[in-house]
């Protein structure tokens, strides 16, 4: 009797256990919800998009209402392009106070909003929003006529109020902006009528064309002006009004971000009807998607060894070209030994660019030029090539006086310590630690012994970089290093990087005339004479190496040829940017 | 007797609480690096000095350590947890959407591998010894010891780039707008593969547990008893050893109950689930300071419930661990 009892309980155990399972089973109604509340409002705003779509054969027919009928019967409605992107990472609710990441995050914010001038495939400004940017002789004032009829999405009409109220709202929100930065030394923007406008800026600043006006999105005075504080601000549709070719309509944190065509952009309705864009966890992930036909495209760089997998399956395409990211050797110059140039020299003639570019990238990138400057950039200084040659580097370091006195394969310095280093890399990075790995091989051929230490990120960081501030000095010896492409694009950045005082400068290097050329770059007004002295840069930095730099990776993209081809590579920058969404027609 | 020891009982989960919590909010704070990053985003070398200590001052880092102790237990007691710093979204609200997603993988996996590592557990023991056992043995152990990323890989490969059969990513088909049944279907579909690498790689736990402590039982004085008796095979096999051996099979559960929700991190990973897991990852990997303790804390909870829960039922099913 009690033993039937207990077997009872026992069953019961099991079916509670299977019961709390159960119950994770029937949780799934509850994440529904959301997601529910989502799908009924979407159908409309689908529903909404058709109907505009409709309305865009439709509205050239309506003047001329004798052949309307005979058009729309010849002409079949085009299938709507829907293009599915996935990225690798939440970008927030992605308006110019919340998007995250500098790549992908700002391309998609300015999938939404518009600049003055806009990058074209050479990645050189070009008239956008401003139809004409004219500047005063000592280019402390630059003057933008904006186009014509210009709506926000919501058809308020976008005018020079909207550009200074921009400016303004960016400057006296400044914290953690990106675009108060680009706008720092404006003092005041007048508006000069409704479609000009005119920046005056405290001193001589030529890069405020790229800097500035090409990078900053402007911003509608009627939403924003009520908006206190914009870096808690949820997506609620408001936030995200712009003029750009694509309308946010939904976002699930974590999973998903869906866009709408613009009809009414004023370049002409974008090609494609929309985008959706699939957040990933990891790049291994978005490729298993795109194999499988889940995503259309990956607005992220493919690795090296994916590059001819992926090409080879139809209908899938990969598409090549130059980029501005860089992989290079930071070493801390202002301590032993790294101070003295020859070790740096000797470093620089150790490092076989051409087998990194062979081996690590399979042939996906492009040999680093020691002069910092990609290139197939235009301000590239084509005096500067690099060299190989470890028998002239284990030469100028005898001559130093770098001698391996014990014979143990490892040179000394400073009295007896041996030349034996760390070098630390972000583990997350694979191909940066194969360049590690590389790099250990052949500073050993020149009797300098190291060792790879491949840490989180954030760790690596916060000994290369400090709280990412170069004041507060560095913990390292040396490093794997590497820059996003904005700060090389923009060529009159240089200073920064090697500067005494630059912002970006790592490595603690100090050079007098590097000093004083970056003063004058700063306020050149002439564009040659500019061009000259970073042509001068490119040579002191190829000379006095304040770091090595190994490869700049080609961007390697791919996507379903079948859904979509019209991508357009931005040299340096890739292919996620409005003007792969706008009809050929409508690019700059 | 029985008030006193649940008065012990709680003391000992009291201080469980408060070395767990401090942990949570020292932990972050010990790793290299800051949130600097996260918060300002690419730009954050370019920041001026004046700017770096603002942002910091925004989120009250510059506060004294013990004054951020204090506000995280405010936060506990009053479900406030503030603001993520990387989505500026409120973590409570993160939490609540992130967490249907893993009790869902999570709990359907629990379920799955408690049933099968308990019934094949059991027929295992019974056939010891036997090419049947053996295999089972060594079928189990190797399961056990595959990494999970490499698993869940393997399944994506196969069932969705190779066949196309079954969903590589997320939880629901992204701007899908599906709804009501379809919409089920879909987050079955997408829960399969995650739940099959977690089935995969817990059941050799509880068939293990459950194979020994029924060898165990097997050799007990009552069991040759009860055979002596006349008793048949079936009968003493599910009425008397199973029933008996079944115990440590909930520790082991109540354990994996626990450590499921961290168990989950690499799996939401490699099949990009919108769990709590991915959440920490990215909250760790950003030194996000905040919803790092709200996860963390999360975590905590869900370690001790599970043990509060096979405290309670430990006497209900095994009579002999009753206090009295």
Redesign the interface.
């Known amino acids: 009797m009690r033993?039937r009892f207990?077997?009872t309980?026992?069953a019961l155990?099991?079916a509670a256990?299977?019961f709390?399972?159960?119950?994770?089973?029937d949780?799934?109604?509850?994440?529904?919800a959301?997601?529910?509340q989502a799908?009924?409002t979407?159908?409309t705003t689908?529903a909404a998009t058709a109907n505009e779509m409709m309305d865009v054969p439709d509205e050239p027919d309506t003047p001329t209402t004798t052949q309307a009928p005979t058009t729309t019967a010849a002409a079949p409605p085009a299938e709507p392009v829907r293009i599915?992107a996935a990225v690798t990472?939440?970008e927030?609710?992605l308006n110019p106070y919340?998007?995250?990441?500098?790549f992908p995050?700002w391309n998609l914010l300015m999938l939404q909003y518009d600049s003055l001038t806009q990058v074209d495939a050479d990645g050189v400004p070009q008239p956008w929003l401003a139809s004409e940017v004219t500047t005063n002789a000592d280019l402390t004032e630059y003057t933008v006529a904006l186009v014509e009829g210009v709506t926000w999405h919501d058809g308020q009409p976008l005018t020079a109020h909207d550009v200074k109220f921009t400016a303004d709202y960016f400057i006296n929100n400044?914290?953690?902006s990106?675009f108060a930065?680009d706008l720092a030394g404006v003092t005041e923007v007048v508006v000069v009528d409704d479609l000009t406008a005119t920046f005056v800026l405290e001193a001589t600043n030529p890069g405020f064309n790229l800097v500035a006006l090409a990078d900053v999105p402007i911003i509608p005075q009627h939403i924003w002006e009520s908006v206190t504080d914009p870096?808690?601000?949820?997506f609620e549709g408001g936030t995200n009004i712009g003029s750009g070719p694509f309308r946010m309509t939904?976002y699930?944190?974590?999973?998903?971000y869906?866009f709408a065509a613009n009809p009414d952009y004023f370049r002409g309705p974008p090609g494609v009807d929309?985008l959706?864009v699939?957040?990933?966890?990891?790049d291994?992930?978005a490729q298993?998607?795109i194999?499988?036909?889940?995503v259309d495209v990956i607005f992220e760089r493919i690795p090296p060894e994916q590059i001819d997998l992926l090409d080879a399956q139809d209908p899938l395409d990969v598409l090549l070209g130059p980029e501005f990211t860089t992989q290079m050797i930071n070493y801390d110059a202002s301590i032993r030994p790294f101070d003295d140039v020859a070790v740096r020299k000797a470093i620089d003639l150790a490092m076989n660019r051409q087998d990194i570019v062979d081996t690590v990238f399979l042939g996906a990138a492009t040999v680093g030029s020691p002069g910092w400057i990609h290139p197939g950039h235009s301000s590239y200084n084509p005096a500067i090539v690099p060299v190989h040659d470890p028998a002239a580097a284990n030469a100028l370091l005898d001559e130093a006086g770098y001698l391996d006195t014990d014979g143990n394969g490892v040179r000394e310095y400073d009295g007896g310590q041996p030349m034996s280093f760390e070098i630390i890399t972000n583990a997350p990075d694979s191909l940066r630690l194969r360049i590690a790995e590389l790099t250990v091989e052949m500073l050993s051929e020149i009797g300098i012994q190291t060792s790879v230490s491949s840490v989180?990120?954030?760790?690596w960081?916060?000994?290369v970089?400090p709280?990412?501030?170069?004041?507060q000095g560095r913990n390292y010896n040396i490093a794997m290093w590497g820059w996003?492409a904005p700060v090389q694009a923009n060529p009159l950045r240089l200073p920064s990087l090697i500067q005494s005082t630059g912002?970006?400068n790592l490595t603690g290097f100090a050079n007098a005339e590097i000093d004083e050329l970056s003063d004058r770059l700063a306020v050149e007004t002439d564009a040659a004479e500019r061009e000259a002295i970073l042509g001068r840069m490119q040579e002191i930095i190829a000379d006095q190496l304040p770091f090595v730099l190994l490869a700049y990776p080609d961007g390697a993209y791919v996507y379903d040829s079948d859904v979509y081809s019209d991508w357009e590579f931005i040299a340096g920058q890739g292919i996620v940017s409005k003007l792969s969404l706008l009809p050929p027609s409508a690019r700059p | 007797m029985t008030r006193k020891f649940d008065r012990r009982r709680l003391a000992q989960y009291g201080v469980v609480v408060l070395v767990a919590v401090t942990l949570n909010f020292l932990l972050p704070r010990l790793m290299p690096g800051n949130p600097l990053a996260l918060i300002a985003g690419v730009d954050v070398g370019l920041l001026t000095t004046e700017q770096r200590a603002e942002i910091i001052a925004d989120t009250g880092l510059d506060n004294p350590l013990w004054r951020q102790y204090v506000d995280y237990w405010g936060a506990i007691f009053t479900g406030d947890f503030g603001f993520s710093y990387r989505s500026g979204r409120p973590i409570v609200e993160m939490i609540r959407d992130r967490l249907p997603w893993t009790l869902l993988i999570t709990g359907s996996s629990l379920a799955i591998s408690a049933l099968a590592g308990v019934v094949i557990g059991a027929f295992s023991a019974w056939r010891r010894g036997r090419p049947e056992d053996l295999g089972l043995l060594t079928g189990m152990i190797s399961l056990e010891s595959l990494p999970s990323f490499w698993l869940g890989m393997l399944l994506i490969s196969l069932f969705s780039v190779q066949w196309g059969i079954l969903p590589s990513f997320g939880a629901v088909t992204p701007a899908s707008d599906l709804v009501g049944w379809e919409h089920l279907k879909d987050i079955i579909g997408h829960a399969v593969l995650p739940v099959a690498t977690l089935t995969i790689l817990s059941t050799p736990g509880v068939y293990l547990t459950m194979r020994y402590s029924m060898l165990e039982t097997l050799g007990e004085d009552y069991i040759r008893t009860a055979r002596a008796k006349g008793a048949g095979g079936r009968r003493v096999l599910f009425g008397h050893v199973a029933r008996n051996a079944i115990a440590p099979v909930i520790t082991v559960l109540a354990i994996r109950l626990g450590f499921a929700f961290g168990g989950t991190v690499i799996v939401e990973q490699v099949f990009s689930y919108p769990g709590l897991g991915r959440l920490v990852f990215e909250a760790v990997s950003g030194r996000d300071y905040p919803v790092m303790q709200a996860a963390f804390l999360v975590f905590t909870a869900a370690v001790l419930i599970a043990n509060l829960v096979a405290d309670l039922l430990y006497p209900w099913v095994d009579p002999r661990t009753r206090t009295s």
């Open positions: 033993t207990l077997v309980r026992g155990l099991l256990l299977l709390i399972g159960a119950c994770g089973g949780d799934e109604p509850e994440p529904e959301p997601a529910e799908t009924t979407a159908p689908t599915r990472g939440d927030g609710t919340t998007y995250i990441s500098g995050g400044a914290a953690a990106r930065r870096e808690g601000h949820q939904d699930d944190e974590g999973q998903a869906r929309e959706v699939v957040v990933f966890a990891d291994a992930g298993a998607a194999r499988t036909g889940e989180e990120t954030a760790t960081e916060n000994a970089w709280g990412f501030d170069v004041s996003s912002f970006l």
